[in-house]
């Protein structure tokens, strides 16, 4: 593997932490309400770290995993014995409920017989090294602790060679007794100091002096010892520091923005008193989500209370209403997602969420008059307030009339020509002034774009490296065959000049694969088509990118113009490849056969009222099906015989179906299969019923059904294997031997799984090991032995 585990310096009281490669974490609402692990998110549903330090005994808030290169935002170090149930038990919930991520993992415990080691010690270090803020809660026996004072002697030294922050809490005990080792303080240190190591004894001291002339806030002094306060007051001096890291990411390469901004900002006026409403409208690719998110950025720390929803317009129809009412709540609040039955009930826990409250909310992509209805319609937000949304048009109508008629409206304009030569030329020269021989022909291609950012940037990509002045011609004449304004129709130039495999991989990305783990999304494509070189290309000519979570993302005009393609409004769905709109369940009525459909996507209801084995048998070439809430049943001989990628959301315990053979699937998503109470077990029928294999990726994420893992014998092909916050899982199967081309196993949320079978060290392909948010209490040696 390529991180190996071993144990770091135990400490009486201490847990200890994994430093196996850990990839993002899934997030449940479920879980996050049964598990002290997981702390929500805020701003978008962006996630900070704060690793825990050691001295707690069994101690779920103190130990820490670890990935290279991974930055971490609070580091806590404490003495268990002291404050674990106490104080810092209360610093952890405040930092939880204001969306600060806690990230533990209790994994060596207080355990006598565990040898010493190296490795999850440095990298404790390294953590350190990684984080923002520290805080050491410096309490009565934090100095009999070696590993409390090594974290210390650490994070001093972060401070002065990295400019960390550190916000040293004494609880309990007097600045003077910690700086000259009196009292009890002292005593604990001298009971105990002959058993450390020479570099400890000598500059522990020291970094408890340094600590001490620092801002320490004293718990006994602090508001009259009231901790709570003390604990708000932490909280608030970290959010803070964090309001410049977690925002909004902006694309690179701006151009002619910051006139733009002027102008709005100057509509947002900031020193107003009053509440404003900012509507920033223009057409698709002008660049109004950019501008948006520069202008939220600028007033981001002025705010207690924020949001940014991006792209509400096909989040709601994805999701509905409800989903972007709840992340709107959960962001205002401060805390984890909220649960909403209906629209009506949203609009009004989010009035009475914001009433009297100084909030800053940035809505993307507002297209429709409920939209703004349901979100912010008669909200009655304290004086100060800012709320900024984009459009693509200015006449939106809403219920809430005064909503409108208070509204600014800043009209985007396209770029004028010098600026936009610019923009393209950063894309097709890197940065450089077009070549003499291209000069023309560039100023040409620019002028028939018409200012539009977008469009510049996959343009000039799309020539980027190309010399012949015969292919930029001909990029000029198809321009100029475009009608003005024709956005998508600009677009689809680019994708023409795309291979006929490669538009293949964009037209999927666009209906199905938006939001999807790169790593897996090649799956579906033959390895014959060279999909990853596929997606590199898509990449570099800009009609595709991978987000910070690496999931794959596109701009919402790229998204459209795929779906049009694969889609077109002409056609009957019977004609069309991919298919994943609620009409065009249609086409599991016809008699005919739909020797066309590759790709297919059905809702709870279409799925219900017209899935059978029939259905499939009449679409001989389906290659990736998603459903939800059905059931199989029936004889299947002869169907989905080219299926490679199945996603069955709700999946019920029960498995009725016959000669199920998918024998060319290689990506089964079972996740999320909790519906009604019911849901998969390692006694599901479907395990032995469903022959599959050539399976690569089984995803059984939220199957919190499962209390182990199925027998995997079976799956002699598999390559990843996901149980994400399988929160009853107790025991990975020994067939697990088996597997072995097995190159990732995500255990990730598993809180009841106490300990890894050894079989893994048949598992020679092993590459990826996550165990966070786990009870796993030991590594078994053999570990040690894999590649």
């Known amino acids: ?64 995993t670890f990935e290279n290169g991974k930055n971490y935002y609070v580091f806590l170090s404490f003495r268990g014995t002291d404050t674990r149930k106490g104080f810092v038990d209360h610093l952890y919930q405040r930092l939880k409920a204001v969306g600060l991520r806690c990230h533990t993992n209790p994994v060596f415990r207080d355990d006598e017989d565990l040898p010493f080691g190296e490795n999850i010690g440095e990298n404790l270090i390294s953590a350190i090294k990684r984080s923002k803020v520290s805080i050491p809660v410096i309490s009565e026996n934090y100095a ?9 002697i650490h994070i001093m030294n972060c401070k002065e060679s990295r400019g960390q922050m550190v916000l040293p ?54 508001a009259d010892g009231r901790e ?67 202008i939220y950025k600028r007033l981001f720390d002025k705010f207690k209370c924020r949001s940014f929803l991006k792209d509400i317009r ?44 100084k909030v800053l909310i940035l809505l993307d992509d507002v297209d429709h008059p409920n939209h703004l209805d349901n979100l912010i319609g008669g909200c009655k937000f304290s004086l100060g307030s800012r709320i900024i ?71 000039g990509s799309c020539l980027k490296g190309e010399e012949d002045q015969r292919i930029w011609g001909e990029m000029l004449e198809k321009l100029r065959d475009v009608p003005d304004e024709k956005v998508q129709q600009q677009l689809r130039i680019s994708y023409d000049l795309l291979e006929g495999d490669v538009k293949k991989m964009f037209l999927d990305i666009a ?147 016959t000669n199920f053979h998918l024998e060319k699937l290689v990506v089964l998503d079972l996740s999320a299969n909790y519906v009604g109470g019911n849901s998969i077990s390692e006694n599901w029928r479907g395990w032995s019923s469903i022959k599959m294999e050539k399976l690569k990726v089984l995803n059984l994420s939220h199957c919190i059904g499962l209390k182990s893992t199925p027998n995997l014998s079976a799956f002699k092909n598999l390559e990843m294997l996901i149980l994400v916050l399988c929160i009853c899982l107790e025991e990975i199967d020994p067939s697990i031997k088996d597997v072995k081309r097995l190159v990732s196993l995500n255990l990730s949320g598993c809180e009841r799984l106490k300990k890894l079978p050894e079989q893994l060290d048949k598992l020679e392909n092993l590459e990826e090991l996550v165990i966070d948010y786990t009870a796993i209490k030991e590594i078994p040696p053999c570990i040690g032995s894999l590649k």
């Open 389 to 459: 949304f984009t459009s693509r048009h200015k006449a939106i109508n809403c219920q809430d009339k005064a909503l409108l008629e208070s509204t600014y409206w800043y009209e985007l304009q396209k770029m004028n020509i010098e600026n936009s030569l610019l923009l393209f030329s950063i894309h097709a020269f890197e940065k450089k002034p077009p070549p003499k021989q291209l000069a023309t022909l560039s100023r040409d291609i620019v002028a028939i774009i018409g200012g539009l950012p977008l469009t510049l940037t996959v343009i």
């Open 144 to 152: 009999d602790s070696e590993w409390c004072l090594r974290e210390l």
């Open 228 to 294: 709570g306060e003390l604990v708000n007051e932490l909280v608030e001096i970290i959010l803070r520091e964090q309001q410049h890291d977690f925002q909004p990411h902006l694309p690179v390469n701006l151009v002619a923005i910051e006139d733009r901004v002027v102008e709005v900002m100057a509509m947002v006026d900031i020193a107003c008193p009053d509440t404003r409403i900012i509507g920033i409208w223009g057409m698709g690719g002008i660049g109004k989500t950019t501008l948006a998110m520069i």
């Open 1 to 64: 593997m390529g991180n190996r585990c071993s144990k770091r310096p135990r400490d009486n009281n201490a847990s200890s932490p994994t430093i196996l490669k850990k990839q993002r974490h899934e997030q449940s609402a479920q879980w996050e309400s049964e598990s002290p692990h997981l702390l929500p998110s805020s701003d978008s549903l962006k996630k900070i770290d704060v690793p825990s330090a050691s001295g707690a005994n069994s101690d779920p808030y103190a130990s820490s």
């Open 511 to 657: 209906c199905f694969f938006i939001g999807i783990d790169k790593r897996i999304a090649p799956y579906l494509w033959d390895h014959k088509l060279c999909p990853r070189t596929g997606l590199k290309k898509l990449i570099d000519r800009s009609l595709i990118y991978v987000d910070d979570e690496d999931e794959l993302g596109m701009h919402d005009e790229f998204r459209n113009l795929g779906r049009a393609i694969a889609r077109p409004a002409d056609k009957k769905p019977w004609d069309c490849s991919r298919l994943w709109k609620e009409e065009d369940v249609i086409v599991l009525r016809r008699k005919e056969e739909n020797e066309n459909i590759e790709a297919l996507r059905l809702d709870r209801r279409g799925s219900k009222e017209f899935m059978g084995q029939k259905s499939f048998k009449k679409m001989p070439n389906l290659k990736f099906l998603h459903v939800k809430d059905v059931d199989f049943d029936g004889d299947y001989e002869g169907s989905l015989a080219e299926l490679r990628w199945l996603k069955w959301e709700g999946c019920h315990d029960y498995f009725e179906a």
């Open 314 to 357: 096909e989040t709601i129809n994805r999701e509905g209403v409800k989903c972007v009412q709840s992340l709107l709540l959960s962001d205002i609040r401060k805390g984890p997602k909220s649960k909403v039955h209906d629209p009506e009930m949203g609009t009004n826990m989010i009035r009475l969420s914001c009433e009297k409250k």
């Open 169 to 222: 809490v004494l609880y309990k005990v007097t600045p003077k007794d910690v700086r000259h080792l009196e009292g009890s303080f002292g005593k604990a240190f001298e009971s105990c100091k002959d058993k450390f190591e020479e570099e400890v004894k000598q500059q522990g001291p020291l970094a408890l002096r340094n600590a001490v002339d620092l801002r320490v806030f004293k718990s006994e002094n602090f």
